[in-house]
């Protein structure tokens, strides 16, 4: 008996240290009987922002520029199954509805730890995954 169903899981990564590590955890502790998932969720651009003004940047530019990354970060044969998206969005809530309509089974996301007044105005993404997901979380902690 497993304690968490893995069929389906979830990372969501920012390209952090603490994302990386939660990303090679999930492959260490799940393999290759699952399909993993990673999303990484970009903010939204702000009308005033210079690259959107003089239209040097667009969402699917950043997209583009995202999956590069990931693909150059994460690259060899350890890595090839896994499902990359990107949203634009409220991370929380891109998360959330990436999860319900994929029937993710569990998420596995990293803390950052915050405390005091830096978690109490910004809150923690993690926090309101936990809150709000309909499947399991499993909160990594550095």
């Known amino acids: ?23 090679n955890e999930a492959l260490t502790s799940f393999g290759n009987a699952t399909t993993l998932h990673v999303i990484h969720v970009l903010s939204s651009l702000e009308p005033t922002q210079p690259g959107l003004v003089w239209q040097t ?20 044969q350890t890595y090839e ?15 959330i509805d990436y999860a319900e309509g994929n029937a993710i089974d ?9 405390t005091g007044l830096s978690r109490f105005f910004l809150g923690s993404v993690a926090e309101r995954v936990v809150r709000f997901a309909r499947c399991p979380v499993l909160v990594l902690r550095h």
């Open 81 to 95: 199954s896994i499902k990359f998206t990107v949203k634009i969005g409220n991370p929380s809530s891109e998360i």
């Open 57 to 76: 940047v667009d969402d699917q530019t950043r997209i583009d520029h995202i999956k590069a990354l990931f693909h150059e970060k994460f690259s060899g």
């Open 106 to 114: 569990l998420i596995v996301i990293p803390s950052r730890g915050r």
């Open 1 to 23: 008996m497993t304690l968490f169903a893995s069929d389906n899981v979830l990372v969501p990564i920012d390209f952090s240290e603490e994302a990386s590590h939660a990303l």
